[in-house]
């Protein structure tokens, strides 16, 4: 089954410490995985988007790795804002008959003063 | 651009009432998406549309639940009759170039109650 699976479900850390966000998919055949920024009452916004020959990709304070041999990825967020409080969600493109986007439940970040 | 716009940002209605969410996609995007979204489930598509034809509302939880394209800058999902489970924020999002590919702009969502 598809399924795309995030940890911690949720995350409080201090400004200015750095934290990592783990995302763990089952998606077969995998055509690219991305990351969202989804903060209290807005839509999702993107953040990274990633193929399967891509390792590594920074935007600013966050980096996102992906190993497609184990099927992992995680988002790494550098020298934490209170503005980085929000949920951030992982999401698999499936690239068989379907061609749908399977998304992760998120990981709630909370960056506290 | 303005980005993807939907209205009503909020909507309280009773069990049986119609509701009607409404969508303007980014002008030149040719891919319109439905989702829902709840603590317990997260994003969940309903259906997507390309050049204002649906391709795929497989999503779509039942009968009671019908979207339409009728150009390309507007759309509507519509819930008749509306149920307490169809509670939930309905995204509206865009994309040149399709989902596997092309990046998703989301509105900001229209978060519905049904009492």
């Known amino acids: 089954k598809n399924q795309v699976e995030q940890s911690p479900q949720s995350l409080i850390i201090l400004e200015g410490k750095n934290c990592t966000l783990q995302c763990n998919y089952t998606v077969s055949p995998f055509s690219n995985l991305r990351w969202y920024k989804q903060d209290t009452g807005r839509g999702p916004v993107s953040l990274t988007i990633?193929?399967?020959s891509e390792n590594t990709k920074s935007n600013g304070r966050y980096t996102a790795t992906l190993d497609a041999d184990t099927k992992q990825s995680s988002l790494h967020i550098t020298a934490s804002q209170l503005s980085d409080s929000a949920s951030y969600i992982c999401?698999?493109?499936?690239?068989?008959?379907?061609?749908?986007?399977?998304w992760g439940l998120g990981t709630s970040l909370g960056v506290n003063p | 651009d303005a980005g993807v716009i939907q209205s009503p940002r909020h909507e309280v209605t009773e069990m049986g009432q119609e509701v009607t969410l409404r969508c303007k996609p980014i002008s030149g995007h040719d891919y319109l998406f439905w989702y829902r979204q709840t603590m317990m489930r997260g994003l969940e598509l309903l259906i997507y549309?390309?050049?204002?034809?649906?391709?795929?509302d497989s999503g779509m939880p039942e009968d009671r639940f019908s979207a339409k394209m009728p150009n390309a800058s507007f759309s509507t999902l519509k819930i008749q009759p509306s149920e307490p489970r169809d509670s939930a924020v309905y995204f509206c999002a865009s994309s040149f170039g399709g989902g596997a590919v092309g990046e998703l702009f989301f509105g900001e969502g229209s978060r519905l109650t049904v009492l």
């Open positions: 549309f390309n050049n204002n034809v649906p391709i795929d």
């Open positions: 990633m193929t399967f």
């Open positions: 999401v698999v493109h499936n690239a068989g008959n379907n061609r749908k986007l399977i």
